[in-house]
């Protein structure tokens, strides 16, 4: 009976990864369409032992068509793939296994019904026999503890009842975890997406941890600066191409920004410009745990930042909010219709079976009707409109919603918010996944919209996006404990106001 390695400790994962000096796994001339899309172009890309590989371009440059073909689940229409120095011929899912690659992708694959420890089970095939649950439990609670040393996780919690945060930490911790299932390499497409900067701190300090003991990580990521400290080197890929690699340290944001394209002569300054013309009242909510008076307050023409610790209530009151406007609940007043941007867009966002087109159309049939139907020219006419106003990248909308790379469904989700005529927009880390040109005109345009009189809610783990509100409310299990003004702004002070006990 195989037994599961229970040394928790990295250099358990060293025997795992070989010599030093072999690429782990080399591409050349790896080619891919779907239809017409040509999602890669001839890209050669390599991954040496001990090595953390930074992966940036925009979204649908073909990073993780690419890592799909690291991990085994895509075949490279040509090309070829090369595992320590050996041609393989039938590189698939099992063989990436075997070679102990491992891949955390950015949909999370929990499967929703399944305890943690029995999602463990599903990625360790080693994990059998009498008494698996339990060595799953350990093995998983280990791996959550050394890299998230506050994680509030247990075992046996139900997948489908955690926060999106704390799904994106068990993928992390199952894909490290240790067993007689070889561990050499590393895939976390966008790991920190879901992750606030104090838990996104944690997982990048355990990544440079792992590499130092010779392991191997690919790691994506809009936040450049991410990146920047995290990764030994860098590959840069637009539009299907490989475009540059080298040294992290050869690279700086703006050599970067620069070489993935499309947030040239951006005007950062514009946040800072800003005043908000505060209007009426458009939304009044009091968290359902709050105790004392505090309560959030937005007035027409607002952007109102909540921050704090991922899963503390942030979420929650958004939801609160956006029911309340259906149908009236105590503590929460809302004067105007309402438009929710989900974070976790494949459980409350996306319709899977629509087309593009349609997922942005929903918040607006009422406009988009022509007497009991739905006209498919102004539908069309809106969703081209959102197509070259952010970007989408698609040769035609009315394809699949799920065509589209990761980045490009959210933008899809932040067309149907601000398409439709909700005066109060509330967003749930909407930038998940976003890059970073579009990031920049997204926030353009919530600043534009404010101007006109809309208001925005903003949940953000990302802290600069906070620059763009005017204030700021930090939540602690599930209350407001401070209020900041966009002058008293700053990682320190939200982090203190995080973890501290006064407001
Ligand atoms: N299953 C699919 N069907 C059709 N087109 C696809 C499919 N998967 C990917 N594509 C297309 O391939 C291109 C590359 O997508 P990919 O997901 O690799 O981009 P990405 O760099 O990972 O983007 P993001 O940063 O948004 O995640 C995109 O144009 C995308 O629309």
Redesign the pocket.
């Known amino acids: 009976m195989p037994k599961a390695n229970t040394d928790t400790r990295l250099d358990g994962a060293a025997k795992h990864f070989g010599a030093a000096n072999i690429d782990i796994i080399r591409l050349d001339g790896a080619e891919k369409h779907?239809?017409a899309?040509r999602?890669l172009g001839g890209v050669d890309f390599h991954v040496g032992a001990g090595e953390c590989v930074g992966l940036v371009?925009?979204?649908?440059?073909?990073?993780?068509?690419?890592?799909h073909m690291v991990a085994g689940t895509l075949v490279p229409d040509s090309g070829a793939i090369t595992v320590r120095g050996s041609a393989e011929r039938d590189y698939s899912v099992p063989r990436a296994l075997e070679l102990g690659i491992r891949c955390v992708f950015?949909e999370l694959s929990l499967c929703p019904n399944l305890s943690v420890a029995e999602n463990t089970r599903i990625n360790h095939p080693s994990l059998i026999g009498f008494g698996w649950r339990r060595k799953a439990a350990e093995l998983i609670a280990a791996k959550l503890d050394e890299i998230f040393p506050d994680h509030g996780i247990s075992a046996s919690d139900i997948a489908g009842d955690l926060s999106i945060g704390r799904r994106q930490m068990v993928e992390v911790a199952r894909a490290f975890t240790l067993t007689e299932d070889p561990l050499a390499l590393v895939i976390l497409?966008?790991p920190t997406s879901s992750l606030d900067a104090h838990t996104a701190g944690q997982l990048l300090a355990f990544v440079r941890r792992f590499v130092a003991s010779g392991g191997s990580c690919i790691l994506?990521s809009?936040v450049l600066g991410e990146v920047l400290q995290n990764a030994d080197r860098i590959v840069v890929?637009r539009d299907?191409k490989v475009v540059a690699a080298d040294a992290a340290s050869a690279f700086d944001r703006d050599r970067l920004v620069a070489t993935m394209g499309g947030a040239e002569g951006h005007q950062r300054t514009a946040a800072e410009t800003r005043k908000a013309e505060a209007g009426p009242l458009r939304v009044k909510a009091r968290p359902a745990r709050q105790q004392d008076g505090k309560e959030l307050v937005a007035r027409a023409g607002e952007i109102i930042g909540l921050a704090g610790l991922a899963g503390h209530g942030q979420t929650d009151l958004l939801l609160a909010i956006f029911a309340a406007a259906q149908r009236a609940r105590t503590g929460i007043e809302v004067t105007a219709p309402v438009a929710l941007v989900a974070g976790d867009r494949q459980s409350d966002g996306i319709f899977p079976q629509w087309s593009i087109a349609e997922n942005i159309g929903i918040r607006s049939l009422a406009r988009l009707r022509t007497g009991l139907l739905i006209s498919p020219q102004r539908e069309a006419e809106l969703a081209d409109f959102w197509k070259n106003k952010i970007g989408i990248?698609?040769p035609d909308m009315n394809?699949n919603i799920?065509?589209?790379?990761?980045?490009?469904q959210q933008k899809a989700l932040f067309a149907r918010a601000l398409g439709s005529d909700a005066g109060i927009v509330l967003m749930d880390d909407p930038m998940r996944?976003v890059?970073i040109g579009t990031k920049l005109e997204v926030y353009d345009l919530v600043r534009e919209e404010a101007g006109r009189g809309r208001t925005f809610l903003w949940y953000t783990t990302e802290t600069e996006e906070l620059d763009n509100c005017d204030h700021v409310y930090v939540f602690k299990n599930g209350r407001i404990v401070a209020n900041l003004g966009r002058d008293e702004l700053t990682e320190e002070k939200i982090i203190q106001s995080s973890f501290g006990d006064a407001a």
């Open positions: 779907f239809g899309v999602a371009g925009h979204n649908g440059a073909g990073k993780s068509t690419l890592m950015q497409d966008e994506i809009h890929m299907g990248r698609t394809n799920y065509s589209l790379s990761g980045g490009n996944g890059d």
